[in-house]
């Protein structure tokens, strides 16, 4: 199984009327934390709506790149060949905005994949194949967050490729010569209950996740694997999809943030029966429109414990908005225990 992504480039083509029309209509959202009203941001991050974004930075691989070490011997082997590559690479794109321009849209959770090739000495990200140096997209955001102080990320460095502690030790050093002083860090903490408050007050504007044990017991700027539940729900049924996602009101777990994985994951019989298509055409776009449908419905049935929504192509398919809306859910629930 291929682990998930799909346009039919390599890169993000700024041709693509839809979606230069859908970054024009989300831009306004670069500062929505900052414009919340008080009574939400004296709340707890795990209480409210964020918008994230599926393998953040795979919106470019490199067709010249290796084939990412976990994909199986079948991908594996059809990555020998170029014919190979082009069809590996339309089901592993996932996104089709550059880092800064997600974050003007208004996306707050990056679900970040790193690999380590020995022979560039070097970070990439990686989905499928590699794609970008790991420091530009940290750099776009340490950029980001300099214009504007109160907006808070929360980054998760989630899967590592071809790393030993040495290399761990290599890439923590990267994270924090562009974050340290924008680290709001763990320090032994037991729960994850932090306000936007709170992080404005200590000028701190990143919660990192950093799944590794051995870099977490060392950094106390981190924040460990147990302060994120992420359930997979490794399905390409979209009918299947939204039955989890409703069961997943069932499944939060309290202090920690909880993210609702709203996206399709294509198997291999997925890829072999529709070798011309891509993640976007074939599963994203008519997903992301269910997807749609469904946070319309959690809005009307004023359903609580909605935190973290993570899509592939979020911006393409307009779904920032909706996960935005369901905070004036929470400021009316807010407004009537006072």
């Not at 800064?100 to 707050?108: E, P, S, V």
């Not at 967050?145 to 071809?162: G, R």
């Not at 709203?262 to 599963?283: D, G, W």
């Not at 398919?317 to 009316?332: A, I, Q, R, W």
Request: net charge negative; aromatic share 12%; proline share 4%.
């Amino acid at each position: 199984m291929l682990c998930c992504g799909g346009d039919t480039q390599t890169s993000v083509d700024s041709s693509d009327e839809r979606w230069l029309d859908c970054v024009e209509e989300t831009s306004n959202n670069s500062q929505w934390m900052t414009n919340l009203p008080k009574e939400l941001t004296m709340l707890p991050i795990t209480r409210l709506a964020i918008p994230g974004s599926h393998d953040s930075g795979a919106y470019y691989l490199d067709p010249k790149s290796p084939i990412c070490p976990d994909e199986s011997s079948v991908i594996k082997w059809a990555g020998k060949y170029g014919w190979g590559k082009k069809i590996i690479i339309r089901w592993s794109i996932t996104q089709k905005s550059t880092i800064t321009q997600q974050l003007n849209a208004g996306i707050r959770y990056f679900d970040m994949r790193i690999g380590y090739l020995d022979d560039r000495k070097d970070f990439f990200f990686v989905h499928g194949c590699y794609g970008y140096p790991i420091s530009n997209l940290l750099e776009e955001m340490q950029h980001f967050l300099k214009s504007h102080p109160k907006e808070v990320l929360i980054v998760d460095f989630n899967h590592f490729y071809s790393f030993s502690d040495a290399i761990h030790d290599e890439f923590s050093a990267l994270v924090l010569k562009y974050f340290k002083s924008l680290l709001y860090p763990c320090d032994k903490a037991t729960s994850l209950e932090v306000s936007l408050n709170d992080m404005w007050e200590s000028e701190k504007q990143i919660i990192a996740r950093y799944t590794s044990s051995y870099v977490c017991d060392k950094e106390c700027q981190f924040w460990s694997e147990k302060f994120i539940d992420t359930p997979w729900f490794n399905t390409d049924d979209i009918d299947k999809l939204i039955t989890c996602l409703d069961g997943r009101f069932d499944t939060l777990t309290k202090g920690v943030l909880n993210i609702y994985q709203a996206i399709l994951t294509p198997q291999t019989s997925t890829i072999i029966f529709h070798v011309t298509s891509s993640l976007e055409k074939h599963l994203a776009v008519p997903g992301n429109a269910r997807v749609k449908t469904w946070l319309e419905s959690v809005y009307n049935q004023k359903k609580m414990g909605v935190n973290i929504v993570i899509c592939d192509f979020e911006l393409l398919c307009g779904m920032v908005p909706y996960v935005l809306k369901l905070n004036d859910l929470l400021l009316t629930k807010v407004k009537g225990e006072k």
